[in-house]
């Protein structure tokens, strides 16, 4: 799938997957380095989602 087309909820899977990976021992330097700059660009589209949702909800209730 598009990352463009994720859910929140795939976004979240996706986090989850990442951190179990930097869990590990056997992740060198580099590889730690990678996975923490994919996941905090996968957590700030996943609080992006989040802030939209929260404006449309508001918008609603105006």
Not at 15 to 25: N, P, Q, S, T, V
Not at 37 to 62: C, F, P, T, W, Y
Request: proline share 0%; glycine share 2%; aromatic share 2%.
């Amino acid at each position: 799938m598009n990352e463009e087309n994720e859910t929140f909820e795939e976004k979240l899977k996706k986090a989850e997957e990442i951190l179990a990976k930097l869990d590990k021992d056997d992740v060198n330097l580099n590889e730690s380095l990678k996975l923490h700059k994919q996941g905090k660009a996968v957590l700030d589209e996943a609080r992006k989602m989040l802030e939209n949702a929260k404006l449309s909800i508001e918008q609603v209730n105006e």
